[in-house]
């Protein structure tokens, strides 16, 4: 381990100047902040546009042969606002021409998206005094666009061992024939992570715009009670149950190189915020759940065949219709007599009919039926093993509030129990859950 912080900035903490000056005195309030990875400037404001929408949008545009000038214009002032506010003397406008003759010229959509980055990663740099080093020279992908984690160790070693202190821009990296590639949607806090674990940081610090992670989506539930401390399995299940306050893939490096990661926030720094630690020295949790996030968008087809547990292989013959229409699957409940699969409707596209008629001719059930609209929630607790009752009381919450469960699924860890609502109970179940507990 070395005492070195690894310091991730999200969209809304670099949103304009003020932002940036905040960023700078936490920044330059603790020596050990070394590496900053900060990603494209976000909402200053509710209605307000994200660069990186901004620049697909561009891309899009010149793949439409539509020009792309005037969106140009909106991410061109936003930099050179920052820049003149800041008072830095730092020349935007050359940097700002050649990505626009970049993007004119046909550029890639991961290269135009991760402009945004770059460009603000730049600004930072200058604005702290730090050296910039180009993502691009650090985070390296293979030739088929995936993420090579011991190539990208090596370049990290090699040229940040010598490195005082540096802004390295979030969300990209590089493939082998130099092409810019970028990771998903949210990406720079897998950015940050990587660079975490290959310097063996003594700590990844993910700064946002809430006090850590809630207990609940602080769109859905009022002012939802922080998290003081949530294992790396519990985040996991939460990010990808959708509390994206940190991408679902960000935890795995980290955890690798058994980094703590603490979630803070910009705009309240003294805020302890949420750590996120080893799951083995975890500590009892006060609570019986650490928290509550969910998802809408999914199909339930539900089969059902007179003594289904006794016939061999029946769960593998429906699992193969599934996977030769190329279909992952969320959950599997089952019962004695039934089984559902739960589907994300992104899967399904129009393969849902061709599905049904594969599992009759696969399985031959008594009856077939499809649940659309669901909305998936899943309740996460370390200490949810040892606690008798859990599931009992969310039931009663939610029929307490009128909702109607249409599916339960607990999983083998014991740590999570997912319930499926109809989409529009979705708010409401979410809201008794927090509230029971
Ligand atoms: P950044 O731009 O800093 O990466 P994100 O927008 O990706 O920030 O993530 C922070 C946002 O995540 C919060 O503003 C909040 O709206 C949302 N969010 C969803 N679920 C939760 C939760 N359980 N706890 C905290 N924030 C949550
Ligand atoms: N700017 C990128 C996005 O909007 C990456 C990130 O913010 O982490 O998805
Ligand atoms: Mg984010």
Redesign the pocket.
């Given at each position: 381990m070395n005492d070195i912080i690894v310091a991730k900035f999200?969209?809304s903490s670099l949103a304009n100047a003020k932002q940036f000056r905040k960023v700078k005195s936490i920044v330059l309030s603790d020596e050990r902040r070394q590496f900053i990875v900060p990603?494209?400037p976000?909402k200053r404001y509710d209605k307000d546009y994200?660069?990186?929408?901004l620049f697909y949008l561009c891309h899009a545009h010149v793949q439409q042969g539509i020009s792309f000038d005037y969106v140009f214009g909106i991410i061109s002032d936003r930099y050179k606002e920052i820049v003149t506010e800041l008072s830095i003397d730092f020349n935007i406008e050359f940097y700002l021409q050649e990505v626009k003759n970049k993007i004119k010229n046909g550029a890639s959509a991961d290269y135009t998206?991760s402009r945004?980055?770059y460009l603000n990663g730049l600004i930072l740099a200058d604005f702290l005094g730090f050296n910039f080093i180009d993502a691009a020279d650090l985070i390296l992908f293979d030739k088929y666009g995936c993420f090579d984690s011991e190539a990208t160790k090596c370049a990290i070693e090699k040229k940040l061992n010598n490195t005082e202190k540096a802004v390295i821009p979030?969300?990209y990296g590089v493939m082998p024939n130099k092409e810019i590639k970028?990771?998903?949607?949210?990406?720079?806090?897998?950015?940050g992570s990587i660079i975490a674990r290959d310097v063996q940081a003594s700590l990844y610090e993910n700064w946002t715009d809430v006090s850590g992670f809630l207990m609940a989506d602080p769109r859905i539930v009022e002012n939802p009670k922080p998290i003081e401390n949530i294992t790396y399995k519990e985040l996991r299940e939460l990010a990808y149950m959708g509390a994206t306050v940190l991408?679902e893939e960000a935890i795995f490096p980290a955890r690798e190189g058994k980094i703590p990661i603490n979630i803070k926030n910009t705009n309240s720094p003294q805020d302890k915020g949420t750590i996120i630690i080893n799951d083995e020295n975890a500590e009892e949790n006060l609570y019986t759940i650490t928290g509550i996030a969910g998802r809408k968008d999914f199909t339930v087809i539900a089969v059902e065949k007179a003594f289904m547990n006794a016939e061999i292989g029946f769960g593998r013959r429906l699992l193969s219709v599934l996977e030769a229409y190329g279909v992952s699957f969320e959950h599997m409940p089952s019962g004695i007599d039934t089984m559902s699969v739960v589907v994300n409707d992104s899967q399904l596209d129009n393969k849902l009919d061709k599905i049904l008629d594969g599992i009759k001719r696969q399985c031959n059930p008594d009856t077939i039926h499809v649940i659309p609209n669901m909305a998936l929630i899943a309740t996460v607790g370390r200490g949810m093993a040892r606690t008798v009752g859990v599931s009992q009381k969310i039931f009663t919450a939610l029929a307490k509030n009128k909702v109607n469960i249409r599916m339960i699924d607990q999983g083998s860890s014991e740590m999570n129990i997912i319930i499926g609502v109809q989409a529009e109970d979705f708010e409401k179940a979410i809201n008794a859950i927090y509230n029971v507990f």
């Open positions: 999200g969209g990603s494209a976000g994200k660069i990186t929408d998206a945004g980055e979030g969300f970028t990771f998903s949607r949210g990406g720079s806090d897998i950015t991408h």
